[in-house]
């Protein structure tokens, strides 16, 4: 008897009328199983062949996971035994510094005790002899003194009396002009104050058995990419209490999907700093929306998958005839707000602000040296509703809202930190740090965002570091600054902390420069009467001849346009970028 697979009731197979079990079958019988047909139980065996084979398919998958969980646990094993190895060399080689540091002290203290001690024992030496001497002097005459009074004649005594006392009262008396103290004390004071070193020796040393936390790793990367540009992508490393994990090793991944172009993927190169941070490198092929992935350990960080959009490649080379001319006294910088408003610095000791046709709507400051006056505001930046100025010629930065409220300075002609020698530039960082150019001090100084001095970055003296009469700035997407050295006739660049990173072109007394989110560099050369634009690696791609003596020059957030203070000219031109 056994269970019918169709109707699920016991029964027997009949073959020619006789029952037998299933395991005796044969090809060619007629079977009927409990009155069902040979139909019936095909269909049925096909459906649990259906079943069958998807359980061999569902095996197949799980193994594989199960294998790879292995292969990864046995990849976690190896790094433990890595990690092992490397810590317990770094513990040896770190406690073997500090022996031998330990041993080198030890030594020097010993010889300087002994220089001490050899010197106070030469000095205690040399006056013991020089009393021992004169007891012998005291002592010879004495001795002489009562041989003469005991042995000789009163005629040997009246001979030899003067002479005897003489000498003796000479003896006495140098006993009395010099000191019979010891010229040196005994006490050689040792102080080796173990306490708080072994206190800082049972710190010392931590071991870490915490990992980074997916979630709670961040990122940072601008929010459009171009088509053919690499775009980076920083990650940090956190704990799950939002601590930075200080260690690399850590499989991190970067890919940027397509949400059209059939999902096309690019994958990003990763580059580990080994402390924690991460640089993932994408170069998109295609421009439309895209969502940008970053994952560590197979696990999404936070703010991924993320939206990011990506645009055809910017042609500067497309630049050659302005599209917009402003009028405009001497302009010497050009600052864009979000709202597009043109803010322009001029000879005539004030800003003047344009709207988007070209058309003046304000006036801020005039001449003078009051709150919210100018001389000479060779530099400006706009950032929300905050307008920052240059104010050259009082040597100070000051701050403004946008419609030309005074609201803070700070600065005075000098030399010493905090003051300038005719500011030219200014520009704001995304932490509100303000960095300017001090043109005649050769240096750019840094400063909160209320003014405080935080680094000087000085072009004083020789090398990769120096630098003349520094006068545009601008930022890259990678938070570096790009100084335009109008007196170098170069560019330089340094970190925010003023480590100096690379130099390039060889603009003729350049003056403005304006970097965009791909790390294009646009600068405008004073001397070359034109705009010279320099790919992300420093390479000239393109020149905008026909300016006069051009000045300052800024971007449009909105929609890249380029706008340049012609001096010379006395306009402002806008150019329009094909994207």
């Known amino acids: 008897m056994f269970q019918c697979p169709i ?18 079958l044969h090809l060619g019988f007629e079977v009927e199983v409990a009155g069902h047909s040979v139909k019936e139980i095909s269909t049925v065996a096909k459906t649990h062949q259906m079943e069958i084979s998807g359980a061999l398919e569902d095996e197949k998958e ?4 199960l294998t790879g969980a292995i292969d990864e646990n046995n990849r976690i094993i190896e790094q433990v035994e890595t ?9 040896n080689q770190a406690f073997e510094r500090l022996q031998q540091r330990l041993e080198e002290r030890k030594r020097t203290l010993l010889s300087e005790f002994e220089a001490i001690s050899l010197s106070k024992t030469t000095a205690l030496t040399l006056q013991k002899e020089q009393f021992e001497k004169m007891v012998g002097d005291i002592g010879h005459y004495t001795d002489m003194a009562s041989q003469i009074l005991q042995t000789h ?5 009246v001979a030899l009396g003067g002479l005897i006392p003489t000498e003796l009262q000479a003896t006495l008396k140098r006993v009395q002009t010099i000191s019979l103290t010891p010229n040196q004390h005994s006490n050689i004071s040792v102080s080796v104050k173990t306490d708080d070193l072994i206190r800082q020796l049972s710190k010392l040393g931590n071991i870490f058995d915490f990992y980074p936390s997916p979630s709670s790793c961040t990122w940072m990367s601008t929010s459009v990419a171009r088509v053919g540009t690499r775009y980076h992508v920083k990650v940090q490393s956190k704990t799950s209490k939002g601590e930075e994990y200080p260690h690399g090793g850590v499989k991190v991944k970067g890919e940027m999907r397509s949400k059209s172009h059939n999902g096309a993927v690019v994958y990003g190169e990763v580059e580990d700093h080994r402390d924690g941070t991460y640089t993932i490198t994408l170069t998109p092929q295609t421009a439309g929306p895209h969502q940008l992935l970053i994952t560590m350990d197979g696990q999404h960080v936070q703010n991924s998958p993320n939206d990011l959009d990506v645009r055809s490649k910017r042609d500067y ?5 302005a599209q917009q001319v402003i009028q405009c006294n001497r302009p010497y910088c050009v600052a864009i707000h979000d709202n597009g408003d043109i803010y322009v610095g001029s000879y005539d000791h004030c800003i003047y602000v344009f709207d988007q046709t070209g058309q003046l709507k304000n006036t801020i400051g005039s001449r003078g040296s009051g709150d919210g006056q100018f001389s000479s505001p060779w530099g400006i930046s706009i950032k929300r509703d905050v307008l920052y100025v240059a104010d050259t010629g009082n040597h100070r930065v000051q701050k403004l809202t946008s419609s030309g409220k005074f609201l803070h300075k700070f600065g005075q002609e000098g030399s010493g930190q905090g003051q300038f020698n005719s500011p030219v530039a200014v520009i704001i960082d995304s932490n509100n740090k303000l960095i300017v150019s001090d043109y005649n001090n050769y240096r750019i100084q840094i400063f909160n965002e209320n003014g405080g001095w935080l680094l000087t970055i000085d072009g004083n003296g020789s090398g990769n570091h120096s630098f003349q009469s520094p006068w545009g700035l601008d930022l890259d997407p990678q938070g570096n600054i790009h100084v335009a050295a109008h007196g170098s006739d170069t560019i330089k660049v340094f970190t925010k902390e003023g480590v100096y990173v690379r130099m390039y072109g060889d603009p003729d007394h350049p003056i403005g420069i304006a970097i965009d989110g791909e790390g294009y560099s646009l600068v405008s050369e004073f001397g070359g009467h034109c705009l010279s634009i320099y790919d992300p690696e420093g390479n000239k791609i393109h020149t905008v001849g026909n300016l006069k003596h051009p000045y300052g020059t800024a971007l449009d957030p909105r929609d890249g346009s380029v706008f340049i203070a012609n001096y010379g000219a006395k306009t402002v031109l806008k150019y329009c970028v094909n994207i």
């Not at 990690?83 to 513990?91: D, E, M, P, Q, V």
């Open 83 to 91: 990690s092992k190895r490397t810590a317990f060399l770094a513990i």
């Open 62 to 65: 799980v193994v594989t996971k």
């Open 153 to 157: 004649t009163d005629h040997e005594i």
């Open 7 to 24: 109707c699920e009731q016991n029964t027997s197979i009949s073959v020619g009328g006789a029952s037998v079990l299933p395991q005796n």
């Open 317 to 321: 080379r497309t630049l050659c005839n």
